[in-house]
């Protein structure tokens, strides 16, 4: 059961990557790269036996325009030794100014210290096993600060000591821009989901706060994971603290040149 490393994708939970562009006309595209570096005291995952239970640091990172994007999660324990490394293709299906429907697909790279022979003696391997998943993400905006939406995702292991089957199913709600003071605002996520893992089931409850500057690209992060009813092996509650830094760049193209904003 290695499949920890897809569990973190719920980018539109945390608020750490912006993935917006501009809106194309008939002589300039846009498209954008942004993204976020986290360092965290606890590398969890949404399933608390998943869990790293040791710092570690996160890229998530974000290329494409209006529809299509190609969206790399990597992560690393502090130590420099690879967690996990997602590569996503993501396409907006839908895009109304209310509602917004997101597919994707990746491939998922996910390492395990094992301890295995080599010249007849035991040493400390890193052992990595494949994954590929999809994702169905359906978001609808009730106000410019506030959406609610849904997460499917279903993921099949490749490799012998993989999981499977997975299937991932959540309720989720994000409340952005919530004004502290007048230099500080709050963004918060909280998310209800099922897990399936071959014969094994849970119900988890999730929360994530993010505290930052306005106009400043540091921020601090926490994440909260309460199991409500589950036969997946855990903890019942992990959480952690994190340092993060976003940052957002616009691409525009037109016939004569590009340049960046």
Not at 208 to 217: D, K, L, R
Request: aromatic fraction near 12%; charged fraction near 15%.
């Amino acid at each position: 059961m290695q499949m920890k490393h897809w569990l973190w994708i719920f980018l539109s939970c945390t608020g750490s990557v912006s993935a917006s562009a501009q809106t194309a006309d008939s002589s300039k595209t846009g498209y954008h790269f942004s993204g976020s570096a986290t360092i965290t005291n606890n590398g969890i995952s949404l399933v608390p036996n998943f869990s790293l239970n040791r710092p570690a640091a996160i890229f998530l990172l974000s290329f494409g325009g209006k529809r299509f994007s190609v969206d790399p999660d990597i992560r690393f324990s502090l130590d420099a030794k690879p967690w996990t490394m997602l590569f996503w293709v993501r396409y907006q299906v839908v895009t109304k100014e209310k509602f917004r429907l997101r597919a994707g697909a990746h491939l998922g790279l996910n390492f395990q210290i094992n301890r295995l022979p080599v010249d007849g003696k035991p040493q400390d391997l890193n052992v990595v096993r494949r994954y590929l998943g999809v994702e169905w993400v359906p978001v609808y905006s009730l106000s410019p600060r506030f959406r609610v939406g849904a997460y499917y995702l279903y993921a099949r292991g490749l490799d012998p000591g993989t999981v499977g089957n997975t299937h991932f199913v959540s309720l989720n709600a994000e409340l952005n821009a919530v004004s502290m003071s007048k230099w500080l605002s709050m963004a918060i996520s909280p998310q209800i989901y099922y897990l399936n893992q071959d014969s094994l089931s849970g119900a988890y409850l999730t929360l994530h706060v993010q505290i930052g500057m306005n106009s400043f690209p540091l921020s601090l992060s926490s994440m909260w994971n309460q199991k409500l009813h589950t036969q997946i092996a855990g903890k019942s509650l992990i959480w952690n603290l994190g340092l993060v830094y976003t940052f957002h760049k616009t691409l525009s193209t037109t016939p004569e040149r590009v340049h960046l904003k």
